[in-house]
């Protein structure tokens, strides 16, 4: 009896310890994918075109500003062209980039660059219309190899136990190193 | 009621919780007003544990950073420039945490206050993202009150915020703000000139 209640007592213990942590429980349900690729979650689809870096960018001049405005980076500037689309109702598509090493990146709020409704973070998107537009994210440019782009539903972080499109930007090293050397030192977006 | 042997208790654990908050509560108070802090200035950097922060600059100045001249605009403002660093794994919460850790100690010890706005040094914008392990430096913008000049040297306390792998609450991870940590004491001069972050 006293040899039972210790086994049940100790499978208890590991059953405890073995239980995943509560962000582990309600970690987003991730969707990959690849550039080039529709992937369809469940209230939205997103699908990446093409990959650029800027070391800055030159925008319209604002209304109280002299001159188009230069929007530069910390790091260095990458662009996701991609045509997103709310499936169900309208809404906010975001986007970030995670690291090799677990880092995230939140993509650039839409005023920053300043492009209108072409800047699609925080910008709030139509139902059954396939727009086509950008993600722009300022990352450190010995963090881009092995970089993921990932998508969610609302304006926040990823919705827990929600979607969150994976996107391989396939950058391994040779990729990483022939986007880098593209890098323009001032993209106009005017 | 109050000779209930429970609300008693009670009574008692409600005022060792007011006295706890209030001893854990800020700069002057953690330790008593007189605890000494280390002091960083200009250029040194403050490793405090969510964030990294190095003094670059202050002023006072009658516009805020990037705006032009507003005539109905009265206020006389406290800039302080700092090279911040995300030491976390996301930029998500960031810049929440830069307003809640690093404030303005207008008495040089206590009267602390969290910065009205924070504002991109190089462009003046708003839209502030700290990412992680990329340097950005950063305008936090304090209003003076009354305008009256502050206290010189200008004297900022930075709060230390350490990640706790499951809060009570609600189990999640989380960077959880701590105790004072650090005192910036910087001259407010008339301008500043360091800009980039690098």
């Given at each position: 009896m006293l040899v039972a209640a210790v086994l049940v007592l100790a499978a208890v213990v590991w059953l405890r310890r073995a239980e995943p942590d509560y962000d582990a429980k309600v970690a987003p349900i991730v969707l990959p994918g690849a550039v080039g690729q529709r992937v369809q979650a469940r209230n939205f689809a997103v699908e990446v075109k093409k990959a650029k870096l800027a070391h800055a960018y030159l925008t319209k001049a604002g209304l109280f500003d002299a001159a188009p405005r230069t929007v530069a980076s910390d790091g260095i500037w990458m662009s996701l062209l991609v045509e997103a689309e709310p499936l169900d109702e309208p809404g906010f598509i975001s986007a970030q980039l995670r690291t090799r090493d677990g880092l995230i990146y939140r993509a650039s709020d839409h005023g920053r660059p300043e492009l209108g409704g072409s800047n699609f973070n925080g910008q709030e998107l139509l139902t059954g219309l396939r727009g086509t537009g950008a993600y722009f994210f300022d990352v450190p440019p010995d963090r881009l190899e092995g970089a993921h782009a990932q998508f969610y539903w609302g304006n926040v972080t990823p919705g827990q136990m929600d979607h969150l499109i994976d996107i391989d930007l396939g950058l391994d090293a040779a990729a990483t190193r022939k986007l880098l050397a593209g890098a323009t030192p001032t993209l106009d977006l005017r | 009621m109050s000779r209930h042997r429970g609300w008693r208790a009670v009574a008692a654990v409600g005022l060792l919780a007011v006295v706890m908050v209030a001893a854990l509560g800020g700069f002057g108070r953690h330790g008593g007003r007189n605890t000494v802090y280390p002091i960083a200035g200009v250029g040194q950097r403050v490793d405090a544990g969510a964030l990294a922060v190095t003094p670059l600059c202050a002023w006072v100045a009658?516009?805020?950073?990037?705006?032009?001249?507003?005539?109905?605009?009265?206020g006389r403002y406290l800039i302080l420039r700092l090279r911040v660093?995300?030491?976390?794994?996301?930029?998500?919460?960031a810049t929440a945490y830069l307003q809640d850790d690093v404030v303005w100690l207008a008495d040089g010890k206590t009267d602390q206050k969290e910065a009205a706005q924070l504002q991109r040094a190089d462009d003046h914008s708003f839209g502030v993202q700290l990412q992680p392990r990329l340097p950005t430096v950063v305008d936090l913008v304090w209003e003076l009150p009354g305008g009256v000049a502050p206290r010189q040297p200008a004297v900022w306390g930075v709060f230390r915020r350490e990640r706790v792998e499951r809060t009570y609450l609600t189990n999640e991870q989380a960077w959880v703000q701590g105790k004072p940590d650090t005192k910036l004491r910087l001259q407010a001069g008339d301008a500043c000139t360091q800009g980039r972050a690098s």
């Open positions: - | 009658s516009g805020k950073p990037g705006r032009l001249p507003n005539p109905f605009d009265k660093e995300n030491l976390t794994e996301s930029g998500a919460a």
